[in-house]
């Protein structure tokens, strides 16, 4: 079965740093456009940064500066490196393969990892 697989999430210190993965078991995450979601308690899911099959970022403002994306293709594999990590970062994060030339064959959203930034 196709999967999205993320891991690295933990817990954190305020101003420190984590870098999150998305691992996907198929080839054609190397066309996508992939996303990282995140959804704090009693919050909707909300778009953290996406990233081009060609490397093209975009940040939502609450993590600009602080967050970046990035992608191996020949590992087929999506990273979050978030620095100056804050408690409002706290939230489960998502991977999600966001579109493409051909339908992502299974499920499009990962499992989640927990993010807990406190002290």
């Known amino acids: 079965q196709v999967q999205l697989v993320e891991s690295g999430g933990g817990l954190v210190q305020p101003g420190g740093s984590l870098r999150l993965s998305c691992a996907a078991s198929v080839s054609i995450f190397r066309l996508y456009t992939m996303g990282w979601y995140r959804q704090a308690p009693g919050n909707q899911r909300e778009l953290v940064a996406t990233i081009t099959n060609g490397g093209v970022t975009n940040y939502s403002d609450s993590v600009k500066g602080r967050f970046t994306i990035s992608r191996d293709n020949a590992k087929t594999t999506m990273y979050l490196q978030m620095n100056s990590l804050k408690p409002e970062d706290t939230a489960v994060y998502y991977c999600?393969?966001?579109?493409?030339?051909?339908?992502?064959?299974?499920?499009?959203w990962g499992q989640g990892t927990q993010v807990t930034v406190s002290s």
């Open positions: 999600k393969a966001e579109r493409g030339p051909v339908t992502w064959p299974g499920d499009s």
